[in-house]
Structures are given as C-alpha cells and as structure tokens.
C-alpha cells in the first residue's frame, strides 16, 4: 500500500512537471514568433534606409517651372513598330493567336494594317477580354 501512494505521488509529481515544461514551451514559441517579427521589421528598416531617395530631375535652362493639368507630354523620338512576328516571339504565342487578338481588338494601341501586313507598336498591350472592343475595325472586316 505503501508503494501504491509512493508511485502515486511521483506520478503526480511527474505531471506537475509536464504541465510547467508546457507552460515554459508555450512562453518559448512565443518569445520565439516576436524575435522572427523583429528580425523581419528590422530588415525592412535597414533596406528602407539604404535605399536612395528619389531624385528629382534637373529643369532644363529657361524653363519656367510652371505646371501644366492635363498636358501630355510628347515623347521626340520616333515611335517604333513590330510585326506580328515579333510580337508573337515576344509573347512566346503563335503568329496566328497575335492575328486573332488584333481581329478582337485586344491590343492597344491599335495596330495598323500596311498593305497586308500588320504594325504593331512597341510599347502594345494586350487588354483582357472583357475590355476589347466588342465591334469590329473596317481594317479588321
């Protein structure tokens, strides 16, 4: 009888033990979770910091640093066409998909038909299929 209550006290001694082991494991995880925090906001201020302001770009001589709503700003350079092929290299697509897109209006801006062959603007993009024009071009008919 004597060693049921000696076996039993050390049991109950043994869980007492088990339950502060999971406490301290607990308050570890989480003492554990704020040290990956700290470390990711860390680096974050570090390549904030490290980063170069931005610039901005020198006036050019005599302008007047006036702002003006609304006005475009032309771009001098020529601008510069693609063909269907380029194109379809480009987007790694068939020449036949880059056709279908121009027929559903799907490129932007618009390309040009030049005889029997399609230019296509450098800086084209292609608009999801909701946003294409939904009519056909006289090119396209």
Same mark, same amino acid.
């Given at each position: 009888?004597?060693?049921?209550?000696?076996?039993?006290?050390?049991?109950?001694?043994?869980?007492?033990?088990?339950?502060?082991?999971?406490?301290?494991?607990?308050?570890?995880?989480?003492?554990?979770?704020?040290?990956?925090?700290?470390?990711?906001?860390?680096?974050?201020?570090?390549?904030?910091?490290?980063? *170069?302001?931005?610039? @901005?770009? $020198? &006036?050019?001589?005599?302008?007047?640093? =006036?702002?003006? /709503?609304? +006005?475009?700003?032309?771009?001098?350079?020529?601008?510069?066409?693609?063909?269907?092929?380029?194109?379809?290299?480009?987007?790694?697509?068939?020449?036949?998909?880059?056709?279908?897109?121009? *027929?559903?209006?799907? @490129?932007? $801006? &618009?390309?040009?038909?030049?005889?029997? =062959?399609?230019? /296509?603007? +450098?800086?084209?993009?292609?608009?999801?299929?909701?946003?294409?024009?939904?009519?056909?071009?006289?090119?396209?008919?």
């Amino acid at each position: 009888m004597e060693q049921i209550q000696k076996m039993e006290a050390e049991i109950l001694d043994l869980r007492r033990s088990v339950a502060e082991v999971a406490k301290q494991a607990t308050a570890t995880k989480y003492i554990v979770i704020a040290g990956v925090i700290l470390n990711v906001l860390f680096k974050l201020i570090v390549d904030c910091k490290n980063q *170069s302001p931005p610039t @901005i770009p $020198p &006036q050019s001589v005599g302008s007047n640093n =006036a702002v003006q /709503i609304g +006005a475009a700003v032309k771009p001098e350079s020529k601008r510069v066409y693609l063909t269907v092929k380029d194109v379809a290299d480009r987007e790694n697509v068939s020449e036949r998909t880059i056709i279908t897109a121009i *027929s559903q209006g799907r @490129i932007s $801006p &618009q390309p040009e038909r030049d005889g029997r =062959a399609w230019t /296509i603007a +450098a800086d084209y993009r292609f608009l999801p299929i909701m946003a294409a024009v939904s009519e056909p071009t006289k090119e396209n008919q």
